[in-house]
């Protein structure tokens, strides 16, 4: 693995699940982990429902423009984390991917977003004790 630990999430829209990953990644990786996300048929913006979830946390997500996943974005990552959505990525030896099995939050109102948010956040300290520790 790189000096800096290089991570993408991926999610189809990249608009609520690999936004908040992202998010919450770079807040508890403080500058020690490269983060990055990305989808397949990215959303024209963030889930509104995601970012007020998020906001609760002191976190902003609503500058973030979902992104188109490319193939340079996997070849870039150390770890690629899918989020449970079926997506197809690029698969390059010596990358190491997870596939997380999250709800998708498109649709949904803030109080269903809660547990998918706690969930990941859940799972990215647990990644970020993996990555650091």
Not at 2 to 14: D, G, I, R
Not at 51 to 64: F, R, S, V, Y
Request: charged residues 25%; contains cysteine.
């Amino acid at each position: 693995m790189s000096k800096t630990p290089e991570v993408l999430f991926v999610c189809v829209h990249n608009a609520g699940r690999s936004q908040m990953a992202a998010a919450l990644l770079q807040h508890y990786g403080m500058g020690r982990i490269s983060v990055r996300s990305a989808g397949s048929e990215p959303a024209e913006k963030v889930n509104p429902a995601a970012a007020a979830a998020l906001a609760e946390w002191g976190l902003d997500i609503t500058a973030e423009v979902p992104s188109k996943l490319t193939t340079e974005d996997v070849e870039a990552s150390d770890v690629v984390i899918t989020m449970g959505c079926g997506d197809t990525c690029p698969v390059f030896p010596g990358k190491r991917y997870l596939d997380w099995q999250l709800e998708d939050p498109a649709g949904q109102g803030i109080d269903s977003v809660r547990p998918i948010r706690d969930d990941i956040d859940r799972r990215v300290r647990g990644l970020v004790a993996e990555l650091l520790g």
